[in-house]
């Protein structure tokens, strides 16, 4: 069967049993047998053109790969999906995957990726997988930008500098390219951890 395919197994033991449309058509499907395949529930469509061919809920990871797919490998992973990548632990529930495209991609958020198009990808960010990950101090700054929360900012600061992920430079750095848009929990979270150093 051409499901069965060793490209096409290969493809998604890699992705975590994800494939984008032009993944699979390059593998030899054609549309009628993707459309069987998500007829008959043995895939689903999690994101427009992106398929899970699991029955179960997409993983916080599954869920970032297949961000991954859908921006076409032009996306970097940011806010708190990136910060939980990173590691860190003291983070506010959130099943939103943030992806940053370049200004010109035309992608719009669907289902639980939320996609902000900007002017300034991160030059630090990481290679994982199937997707790019921001730095610590750039996931931090877009993180406190979606937070209007000051007790989770602040938590988010300590633990990412006292765990010697990023700096409080770094994040100043990050402050000063944002310029004012929504920085004011991040500018007061950095301000009292610097008085108490």
Not at 85 to 113: E, K
Request: with cysteine.
């Amino acid at each position: 069967m051409v499901l069965e395919s060793p490209d096409l197994q290969a493809l998604l033991a890699r992705q975590h049993r994800l494939v984008s449309r032009t993944q699979a058509l390059a593998t030899g499907l054609d549309g009628p047998a993707i459309r069987r395949a998500l007829d008959s529930a043995r895939w689903r469509a999690v994101l427009p053109n992106v398929y899970l061919t699991t029955p179960d809920e997409p993983t916080a990871e599954q869920k970032r790969v297949a961000a991954g797919l859908y921006t076409a490998g032009t996306g970097q992973i940011t806010g708190l999906s990136a910060l939980a990548w990173h590691g860190l632990r003291d983070l506010p529930p959130d099943d939103t995957v943030h992806i940053l495209v370049p200004h010109a991609t035309r992608r719009a958020s669907a289902a639980f990726v939320r996609v902000q198009r900007t002017r300034r990808l991160d030059p630090s960010a990481r290679r994982a997988g199937g997707y790019d990950v921001v730095s610590p101090a750039r996931a931090a700054a877009d993180a406190a930008r979606t937070l209007n929360d000051l007790p989770a900012v602040r938590a988010i600061v300590a633990e990412a500098v006292g765990r010697g992920w990023t700096t409080i430079p770094a994040l100043r750095r990050e402050l000063d390219l944002a310029g004012a848009s929504r920085t004011r929990t991040l500018r007061l979270a950095l301000r009292e951890l610097c008085e108490t150093r």
